[in-house]
């Protein structure tokens, strides 16, 4: 049974987080929970971060598994986290909106170039970080599912 790769159960709004480490683990645990991945899906996105910074400039971060973390991914996925207060992602780059990605097969390449399109505009990345709905952030990511 296919799942959509985002939905409402995905998303977290008004986030406090102490640091880049709780801000990936809620990522990867809001997609253990919602049946996206495996509890080990997490270490893998740990393992990733540590290769290189998954801080992609303009206030996100979008963590991921390694390459062999695919095996725990059971359904493609992205968990949605909104940190309004900023969250450290080191060398004083701060996050505010994070977004986790599983992806089946090769589905995380098509699912990062959306995301990457979406967050290109400031102005759609502004209405994330300021969303009070789920909805919100839905209708402006919506062409991922």
């Known amino acids: 049974m296919s799942m959509p790769i985002l939905k ?3 998303i977290v709004l008004h986030a406090r987080v102490e640091n880049k480490t709780e801000a990936i683990r809620l990522a990867g645990q809001i997609l ?3 049946g996206y991945v495996e509890d080990s899906y997490i270490d893998k996105m740990f393992e ?8 992609m400039g ?3 971060a979008i963590p991921h598994g390694t390459e062999d973390a ?3 991914v059971k359904h493609s996925g992205i968990s949605i986290i909104q940190i309004p207060d900023g969250v450290d992602f080191g060398d ?3 996050v505010k909106l994070l977004i986790g990605i599983a992806g089946k097969n090769n589905e995380h390449l098509e699912i990062l170039s959306k995301i990457a399109i979406v967050c290109s505009e400031v102005e759609n990345v502004e209405t994330m970080i300021k969303a009070a709905t789920e909805e919100e952030i839905l209708s402006i990511l919506n062409e991922v599912n």
């Open 8 to 10: 409402k159960e995905n």
């Open 32 to 34: 253990v929970n919602n």
């Open 48 to 55: 990733r971060e540590a290769l290189t910074s998954t801080y």
């Open 58 to 60: 303009n206030f996100i």
């Open 70 to 72: 695919k095996q725990f």
């Open 92 to 94: 004083g780059n701060i």
